[in-house]
């Protein structure tokens, strides 16, 4: 069975389709669970240009998850998710939003390096600026503490740093393994998210590199899209089955109120 469990939408801004749209069209895939995973507001709304507020997610993003869900019951399987942001400094907001809806399962992504959003186009000339080992380093600092924090189910695109082209100039392996060590412990799934490939990196995310460590030390996998426009719910979910089947000995893992089962893809 396959469930593409990162999906955006108009309500963070950057996303076109209302919810209702992507679930359509997992559906016209054959798709059977569509996740809905769209950016979390953060304290004090920050940066609400590229996400929704919380008074949207309580008037417009969580009534209409759950309407969709009892909508389309015996068609497809509705997820409840949300793509939450790991920043040092948030973790306690982090918490006790996230106890407020019955998720099914929370990504956590790191998006910023303190306050640059490494991952946004206009903010891409910072690479330039700075040590690549130094971005790559702090990235997977960030991806250690995000998991280590409790607050998340899912690593979400775990190597998004990679998504301009810019490649660490030194050895990773240490690092990787130190990383992936503590997602281990974290009882994590890690996404296989296949956005990197609409990407300049033009490569999935997480690599291969990285897929032949989580599958060493046994982290469940995950499927996601990260469409930004409902016509990409389920891209190139044929390689990243390919990849499941290499990885993660065929199966996926689904979420229902973040506890975490398994099913071959
Ligand atoms: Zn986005
Ligand atoms: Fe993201
Ligand atoms: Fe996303
Ligand atoms: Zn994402």
Same mark, same amino acid.
């Not at 991806?143 to 998340?152: D, K, M, N, T």
């Not at 291969?208 to 426009?229: M, Q």
């Given at each position: 069975?396959?469930?593409?469990?990162?999906?955006?939408?108009?309500?963070?801004?950057?996303?076109?389709?209302?919810?209702?749209?992507?679930?359509?069209?997992?559906?016209?895939?054959?798709?059977?669970?569509?996740?809905?995973?769209?950016?979390?507001?953060?304290?004090?709304?920050?940066?609400?240009?590229?996400?929704?507020?919380?008074?949207?997610?309580?008037?417009?993003?969580?009534?209409?998850?759950?309407?969709?869900?009892?909508?389309?019951?015996?068609?497809?399987?509705?997820?409840?998710?949300?793509?939450?942001?790991?920043?040092?400094?948030?973790?306690?907001?982090?918490?006790?939003?996230?106890?407020?809806?019955?998720?099914?399962?929370?990504?956590?992504?790191?998006?910023?390096?303190?306050?640059?959003?490494?991952?946004?186009?206009?903010?891409?000339?910072?690479?330039?600026?700075?040590?690549?080992?130094?971005?790559?380093?702090?990235?997977?600092?960030?991806?250690?503490? !995000?998991?280590?924090?409790?607050?998340? +189910?899912?690593?979400?695109?775990?190597? &998004?740093? =990679?998504?301009?082209?810019? %490649?660490?100039?030194?050895?990773?392996?240490?690092?990787?393994?130190?990383?992936?060590?503590?997602?281990?412990?974290?009882?994590?799934?890690?996404?296989?998210?296949?956005?990197?490939?609409?990407?300049?990196?033009?490569?999935?995310?997480?690599?291969?590199?990285?897929?032949?460590?989580?599958?060493?030390?046994?982290?469940?996998?995950?499927?996601? !899209?990260?469409?930004?426009?409902?016509? +990409?719910?389920?891209?190139?979910?044929? &390689?990243? =089955?390919?990849?499941?089947? %290499?990885?993660?000995?065929?199966?996926?893992?689904?979420?229902?109120?973040?506890?975490?089962?398994?099913?071959?893809?």
């Amino acid at each position: 069975m396959l469930a593409d469990y990162h999906t955006h939408n108009y309500l963070c801004k950057h996303a076109d389709g209302t919810l209702e749209q992507y679930v359509q069209h997992a559906i016209s895939l054959g798709l059977d669970e569509i996740g809905l995973s769209d950016h979390t507001p953060m304290p004090d709304n920050w940066d609400h240009e590229v996400r929704m507020t919380e008074a949207q997610f309580w008037s417009d993003y969580a009534p209409e998850v759950q309407r969709l869900q009892e909508a389309y019951r015996g068609r497809i399987t509705v997820k409840f998710g949300l793509e939450g942001d790991f920043m040092p400094g948030t973790e306690t907001w982090v918490k006790e939003f996230n106890a407020k809806s019955p998720f099914d399962y929370v990504i956590g992504s790191v998006h910023y390096l303190d306050d640059w959003g490494f991952d946004n186009p206009l903010f891409v000339a910072k690479y330039d600026e700075k040590d690549v080992n130094d971005i790559y380093g702090l990235y997977y600092e960030r991806i250690r503490q !995000s998991a280590e924090s409790g607050l998340f +189910d899912i690593i979400g695109h775990c190597d &998004l740093v =990679k998504k301009f082209g810019h %490649r660490p100039t030194k050895a990773m392996e240490e690092v990787l393994r130190e990383t992936f060590k503590v997602v281990k412990r974290s009882g994590m799934a890690v996404e296989i998210n296949t956005s990197g490939l609409r990407k300049p990196v033009k490569e999935m995310y997480p690599s291969e590199t990285i897929l032949a460590i989580l599958s060493e030390y046994g982290i469940p996998l995950t499927l996601g !899209s990260d469409a930004h426009t409902p016509g +990409d719910v389920g891209k190139d979910f044929g &390689l990243a =089955k390919a990849l499941v089947e %290499r990885y993660g000995n065929g199966r996926i893992s689904v979420f229902t109120q973040r506890q975490r089962s398994e099913v071959t893809v």
